[in-house]
Structures are given as C-alpha cells and as structure tokens.
C-alpha cells in the first residue's frame, strides 16, 4: 500500500518479524492451501499441450515370410515374402486444431488459477479488515468494563459512608457483569479472526498473535481518480462516481474468470473444427514390396482409407457445435454477471465513503477513554448522578460502535470491490501516515 504499509505481528515462533500488509497478500498468494494445490493443474495442462504437440500416428511395418511351402509347379521354390510400411496422414490439418485447443485449454487453465489468486487475495484483505475491527470491538469493551468497574468502586465507597443508595450500585454492579461478558466475547472474537487470518494465508492457526494498524488510520477515495475525497464537492458527487463505475466495469470485463471464459470458447471452436476435419478420412499409404514363390518381384505402393457410409462425423460435429455455442452464452453471461457485480460493488463502496464523509465532518473522532473518563470526574464532583453516568456511557459507546461499523463495512466494501473488479486496492486506499 504505498509506502505507508500495514504490517501483522506474528509469534515469537516467527521470530517477532512484522509483515507488511503486501507481504501478508504475498504469502496468501504463495502458501494458501487451496491455491497450492489448484496450481498442479497448470503442470497437467502442460502436459495435456505436450500430447497435442505430438503427431498422434506412428508409422507401422508389416512383414510376412513362409520358408515353408510347396511349388506345384516345379520351380525354384523360393520363400514368399512381403514387406508392407504405412503412414496415416491427416488430410484436413487436424493436427493444427488438436495443437489449438490444447493451447487455448493452457490458458483457461491459467486464467482460473489467477482467479483463484485474485478471490485469494480478496479473502485475505477481507479477514484483515475484519481483524482490525474487531480488535477495535475489544478494545471498546475493555475501555467500557473498565471504566464500569471504576465507577462501581467509586458508588461502593460512597455506599459504605452513606451517601448513595444499594440501588444505585445494583445498577452499575449489572452493568459491569455485562461488560464483562462483553468482553471476554469481543476477546474470543478476535483471537478467531486471527486464526482465520493465519489460515487463509497459510500459516499455523495460532501464527499469528496480533496485528498492526488501524482502520482509523487508510485514506480512502474512489478507484481511478486523482481526486481526494475532500476536493470532492456535493454537486460533483454523483458525476464522479458515474465515472468511477464505467472505469470499474471496464477492468472487470478483463477479470480472469471473464478472460478463461473466453479461452473455453476458443477450445470449444478448436474442437468443432477438428470435429469438421475429421470428417475427411485419414489416408494410409506406404511403400509395399513383395516377392513371390516363382521369382517374381513387386514393389509400389499401398493406400487405404475408411468409406464414411455408416458415420460420416456429423454427430459429433453437432455435438461440438452445440459446446461452441454454449460457451459462447456461459461467456457472455459471465461478463454479463461481472458487469453487474463491479457496479454493485462499486455502488455499495460509494455509498460507505459518502457515510464516512458526512459522519467525520459532522463529528470528529473522539477518543472514548478521554470521554468516559471526563464523566467519571464529573460524577465524582457530584455535577451528575449515576444514571446519567450510565446514560452518558451507554451514548458514548454506542456512537463509537456505529463509527466503528461503518469503517468495517468501507473496508468490507473494498476488499469486494477488488474481488470483482481485480482493481488494485492500493489504487483506492493508502495508509494515513503516522
């Protein structure tokens, strides 16, 4: 991400090295199980090219000999014999369609392996984001049961000179144990998001320990443009992201899910025209030398070719041309569903921005502790009772919870946005600097 880049911590195992957020993508991209495995079949297509590449006929040798025989006829009564050597020959280039398809079939092979990576690399972000937020959560539940348990021990103090009633404390006793629980689930939260995070990208589930940045901290614009979000005015909103969304269209008409299609339907009309070759007969021929009983000498040559009177290829050329033809409809279909896909995505990450805009000129980000803690003080003062504390709080945190949320759904957004459209996340979204 620029040069402002997101890191993870990782486990002592890992030597304590902090990974940037692109090395992170990296090692997705290198170690994830399913992509590891997926890549093995780019060796096969390999291999499958290799068979196309090579002539599929050999030529045979035919050879007959009878030592033993009888001349009726009282000659020299010498050893018939014959020596036969054939070649197939293809007369209607099916060699170069075989060479075509297998070609084409590499391709898709290797456009769905980028798919692959692409959603991989999708995935990863999306886990990462989802990392950040909710270790966001804990922290806003520690910060909550923490400033909870303070002020319970503030109202037991005063119970036990008399100043307040045991309702009061019951009620911020109960909040605490709420808290608590908050807690400890916002903590088993996270500590699972790492494990999926260490997981997607490879790694031992427990590789991972904690993780660095903040989602406070990304500068987020919309794809393609030079415009920062704060040069952006009203009036020009909607004209933005009109163009926005036909350059997002356009990258992802080039998906690799969208360009495998297309190579499917290359192979699918190298098999029709193979098929359609294949209708003329392979030819047989080959020079022929034989020597009979009496002496007599022949040599010349020997054709053979099939009759098409029973299967002339027709079936077979209707059936690979009802496969072109659905190919072409799968493909079509394809950059039909990717077309509407990036404009999805792109109107919901619009839409996030445009909420994120409003909220932050409207209300600047506070810092929770500072805020519950200015309550606290203020209840100590006695200038608020209680159930205003728990009032105030309960605000406070709620409002830090909404922001929260709308952050984790721009980053989700993102991170959709790539998968649909396989633009770059570093094109919309940098790293503020520290």
Not at 153 to 161: G, T
Not at 199 to 204: A, F, L, N, P
Not at 276 to 300: E, N, R, V
Request: charged letters at 20%.
């Amino acid at each position: 991400m620029g040069e402002n880049e997101v890191g993870l911590a990782v486990s002592p195992s890992e030597q304590d090295v902090e990974v940037s957020f692109r090395h992170l993508c990296e090692q997705a991209v290198s170690n994830n199980p399913d992509l590891v495995a997926l890549r093995q079949t780019e060796r096969v297509s390999l291999a499958a090219k290799g068979v196309a590449d090579t002539y599929p006929f050999n030529p045979f040798l035919q050879v007959q000999a009878t030592p033993f025989q009888e001349a009726g006829n009282g000659g020299p009564n010498r050893t018939y014999h014959y020596v036969l050597l054939m070649q197939t020959i293809q007369l209607a280039h099916q060699q170069d369609f075989r060479e075509q398809g297998a070609k084409f079939a590499l391709n898709s092979t290797r456009w769905n392996i980028h798919q692959a990576e692409l959603q991989t690399l999708a995935q990863t972000q999306r886990l990462y984001f989802t990392a950040l937020y909710l270790r966001d959560i804990q922290s806003l539940a520690e910060a909550s049961h923490k400033n909870n348990q303070q002020l319970l021990q503030i109202l037991e103090n005063q119970l036990n000179a008399g100043a307040i009633t045991a309702a009061d404390v019951a009620i911020v006793r109960v909040d605490t144990e709420s808290t608590r629980q908050q807690r400890q689930l916002a903590n088993a939260n996270y500590r699972n998001s790492l494990r999926d995070l260490a997981r997607q990208v490879g790694m031992e589930p427990d590789g991972l320990t904690e993780v660095a940045g903040d989602l406070q901290s990304f500068q987020w614009k919309l794809p393609n443009t030079s415009i920062q979000l704060a040069q952006i005015g009203p009036e020009d909103w909607d004209q933005v992201v009109i163009e926005s969304k036909a350059s997002t269209v356009s990258w992802a008409m080039s998906r690799p899910d969208v360009m495998a299609a297309r190579s499917d339907v290359d192979v699918a009309r190298a098999n029709l025209r193979l098929a359609s070759a294949s209708k003329t007969p392979d030819l047989q021929i080959g020079p022929y030398y034989q020597a009979t009983a009496d002496s007599t000498t022949f040599f010349g040559f020997r054709a053979q070719m099939d009759l098409p009177v029973v299967n002339s290829g027709e079936p077979l050329e209707r059936q690979r041309l009802a496969e072109h033809q659905q190919r072409i409809t799968a493909w079509t279909q394809i950059q039909r569903r990717a077309e509407l896909e990036a404009t999805a995505a792109m109107e919901r990450y619009a839409q996030a921005l445009s909420l994120l805009s409003e909220i932050r000129s409207d209300q600047p980000a506070t810092d929770l502790p500072s805020e519950l803690k200015g309550l606290e003080t203020q209840f100590e003062a006695g200038e608020i009772d209680v159930v205003r504390v728990v009032q105030a709080r309960n605000s406070l945190i709620l409002n830090r919870r909404a922001q929260l949320d709308l952050l984790n759904e721009l980053a989700q957004s993102a991170a959709a946005l790539v998968g649909a459209t396989g633009i770059p996340i570093e094109s919309f979204v940098n790293v503020a600097a520290e």
